[in-house]
Nanobody, 130 residues
Framework: QVRLIETGGGQVQAGGSLSVSCVVS??????????MGWFRQGPGKDREFVAA????????KYAGSVKGRFTIARGNARNTATLQMNSLKPGDTAVYYC?????????????????????WGRGTQVTVAL
């Protein structure tokens, strides 16, 4: 059974920083993670792409709204991804979801589409207050 375990998040004042981490827990040891990503869903909004990383090449991609403020990184074990969020704004308030891809990945591609991911976490709340 594959589970994505998210930690971190919480509440912070505007301008502050938070980080969220995700670990792929695979009791069958059969899943190799080729990519991981973060998505978010704010109040009354659709789920949107935030950031993603190719676990083989470390290539990254960011949504325009977070570029320069957020950084996604992979862990040494290649089953962990962390999203460091700086200069947070009230508009960043959302439930943040981790996603992992087990299918093969071509070269240095980084996927924004949620359909590219095979496993999802339950989400962790990030609240940015004025």
């Amino acid at each position: 059974q594959v589970r994505l375990i998210e930690t971190g998040g919480g509440q912070v004042q505007a301008g502050g920083s938070l980080s969220v981490s995700c670990v792929v827990s695979d009791s069958t040891f059969s899943v190799s993670t080729s990519a991981m990503g973060w998505f978010r869903q704010g109040p009354g909004k659709d789920r949107e792409f935030v950031a993603a990383i190719n676990m083989n090449t470390a290539d990254r991609k960011y949504a325009g709204s977070v570029k320069g403020r957020f950084t996604i990184a992979r862990g040494n074990a290649r089953n962990t991804a962390t999203l460091q969020m700086n200069s947070l704004k009230p508009g960043d308030t959302a439930v943040y979801y981790c996603a992992a891809r087990s299918r093969n990945i071509l070269n240095s591609l980084v996927y924004e589409a949620p359909q590219a991911y095979d496993y999802w976490g339950r989400g962790t709340q990030v609240t940015v207050a004025l």
